[in-house]
């Protein structure tokens, strides 16, 4: 079934076939799905993309609060973990690269940002000679 995108964030025809294979099916025992999963993932990106909260979804996409259980299901049972390591591994193996990165680079920012004790440590006082000094 083709689909028109409708937003930047829409999955092409060609990107839905390789993460297409990685959606769970239904759950066994319950009720048949009838909703179009495409349309669920595409929501879940426009998400991603906009910032949009979850209520304010355009009318196009499914309801908010099946986009919601689709988002909350597959990061509980790993499905976005599977995804996003099968999807980088395709880009490294197609850039001439190992599947899997060997290393990380982390900026200065991030590493003094997460040294810190938190508010209680920024919000030290320390007596000096008579009186409070904040660090």
Known sequence: ???NCLYGSDLT???WMII??????AKKGGRPRTIDMRNVINAL???NRSG???RLLPKNFPAWITVYYYYRRFRLDGTWERIHTTL???VRKKDGRKPTPSAAIMDSQS??????GGFADMMRVKKY???NVIL
Request: glycine content about 6%.
């Open 88 to 90: 980088r591994e395709k």
């Open 111 to 116: 590493v003094k940002t997460t040294e810190k």
């Open 129 to 131: 000679r008579g009186g």
């Open 20 to 25: 297409q294979t990685m959606i769970p099916p």
């Open 13 to 15: 025809q060609q990107q």
């Open 52 to 54: 949009c909260q979850w």
């Open 1 to 3: 079934m083709e689909q």
């Open 45 to 47: 990106l426009y998400v």
